[in-house]
C-alpha cells in the first residue's frame, strides 16, 4: 500500500500547486472556488476546479493523506486508468450533487477534494472490506468501512450546521461515483460482497431520506 504510484503522485502534485496558488492569491481561490450563483451563470468549470482547492493546509494535508493510504489499493485492482476515471466521475459527481442539494442558495460555496477522494475511499473499501486502519488515540485497528460509514456520517452533521467552508455535500456525491464506478468495473462484488454493497449504501439513502423530509 505505501509504495506510491505515479498516478497518486501526479493526482497529489495537482493539488498542492493549485491550493498553494489558491492559499497566496485570493483573486485566484475566488475565481475558481464552487460557488452556485457564478456556476449557474455560466462559470461551469468551477465544478472542476473547486476540487483542487482547500481551505487551508490542514485540509489539503488530511485529503492528501486520506488519498495516500487508498489509492493504492484501487491501483492495484484497476490500475491507472480506471483510478483516475473513478477520482474523475467523483470529482465530478460530488459537485453535481452539490449543485443539486444547493441550487437555490447563491452564496453557497465550497472547495476541496474530498468529493474525489471520498469516491476512492469508497472503491478501496468495497475491493478490500477487510481492510484496517489505525488511527490514533484509539488502541486498536479500526475496519475501514466504519471509517467510511462515519466519514459520510459527519458529513450529514456538516451540512446542517454548514461548517466551514468544505463541501460536505460533495462527499456523498463522491462515495456515490466511487461506489458506482467501482459496482461498474466489477459487477462480481454485488454477489461477493454484499453485504459490504448494503452497508455503504446506508448513509446515501440516509441522506436522500434526510433531504426528502427536508431534515437538512
Not at 139 to 151: K, L
Not at 165 to 179: P, Q, V
Not at 203 to 210: R, T, V
Amino acid at each position: 500500500m505505501y509504495n506510491i504510484d505515479i498516478a497518486t503522485i501526479a493526482i497529489i502534485a495537482a493539488n498542492v500547486l493549485v491550493s498553494l496558488k489558491g492559499f497566496n492569491d485570493t483573486s485566484f481561490f475566488e475565481r475558481y472556488k464552487f460557488s452556485i450563483g457564478a456556476i449557474k451563470a455560466g462559470q461551469k468549470e468551477r465544478m472542476v476546479t473547486s476540487g483542487f482547492l482547500h481551505v487551508d493546509i490542514s485540509h489539503l494535508l488530511f485529503n492528501m493523506l486520506t488519498l495516500y493510504f487508498f489509492a493504492g489499493v484501487v491501483i492495484n485492482w484497476f490500475g491507472p486508468i480506471q483510478f483516475f476515471i473513478i477520482y474523475a466521475v467523483s470529482l465530478l459527481a460530488g459537485s453535481l450533487l452539490a449543485l443539486s442539494f444547493h441550487k437555490n442558495e447563491p452564496y453557497y460555496s465550497a472547495v476541496g477534494a474530498s468529493g474525489a477522494v471520498t469516491g476512492i475511499l469508497y472503491a478501496a473499501i468495497l475491493l478490500q472490506p477487510t481492510m484496517q486502519l489505525g488511527i490514533m488515540f484509539i488502541p486498536i485497528p479500526v475496519p475501514a468501512y466504519v471509517v467510511g460509514i462515519g466519514y459520510l456520517l459527519y458529513s450529514i452533521y456538516g451540512m446542517k450546521k454548514r461548517l466551514g467552508n468544505i463541501g460536505h455535500t460533495a462527499h456523498f456525491g463522491g462515495a456515490i461515483g466511487g461506489y458506482a464506478c467501482t459496482l461498474l468495473f466489477m459487477p462480481s462484488l454485488l454477489h461477493t460482497e454484499t453485504l459490504m454493497v448494503g452497508l455503504l449504501a446506508l448513509p446515501i439513502i440516509l441522506l436522500f431520506a434526510l433531504e426528502k423530509m427536508g431534515k437538512i
